[in-house]
């Protein structure tokens, strides 16, 4: 089972190999595939081609045996450089995250402050409100309204009628029939 990270091949089982010791270790190691940042992986990959190198020269003695545990430290070195990369791979995402959640946690306390500031402006407000006599505290034009008894849409001249004083129902006609005069 392979997973991938970064781009780079993880076999879940790092015991086994699905080659030779050699051929995991090339594979690794190729310049196709990077390890890691070069910095956290150099060493390994350096001590990787060395062995390689060592299993090459043992096998061109007819060394089998020490070339076979040469080829078997370069998979073991290649897997270091593997893991060191998934390593600092970890390591940058686990800052990022740090450095998200501090800055969430900066715009958390920013929001908190308007808020409250929100609330205390809102507090000032009502206590103006409440400090106001009751005729301030009815709307402007409440207060106008108030002694106009015709509604807002009502033509000027009907304002002008509400407010002159009343008069009797019949009007003037009732003075008429009374005989006085006008």
Do not use: C
Request: net charge negative; hydrophobic share 45%; glycine share 8%.
């Amino acid at each position: 089972m392979l997973a991938t990270f970064g781009g780079l091949a993880v076999s879940a089982r790092p015991g086994q190999a699905d080659g030779d010791d050699r051929g995991v270790a090339e594979a690794l190691v190729k310049p196709a595939a990077p390890l890691g940042p070069a910095a956290v992986t150099a060493e390994a990959v350096e001590q990787t081609s060395d062995a390689l190198e060592r299993a090459t020269r043992f096998r061109a003695a007819g060394d089998e045996s020490h070339a076979m545990a040469a080829d078997g430290l370069a998979r073991e070195w290649a897997e270091t450089a593997r893991d060191l990369g998934l390593a600092a791979a970890a390591e940058k995402m686990a800052d990022d995250r740090k450095r998200q959640a501090i800055q969430a946690q900066a715009q958390l306390q920013r929001t908190k402050a308007l808020v409250e500031e929100s609330i205390a402006r809102l507090g000032r407000l009502r206590a103006e409100l409440d400090a106001l006599s009751p005729e301030a505290r009815r709307p402007a034009g409440a207060a106008a309204a108030g002694s106009d008894a015709t509604p807002k849409g009502a033509p000027d001249g009907a304002r002008d009628h509400a407010n002159r004083p009343a008069t009797t129902a019949a009007g003037p006609r009732a003075t008429a029939d009374t005989g006085a005069a006008p």
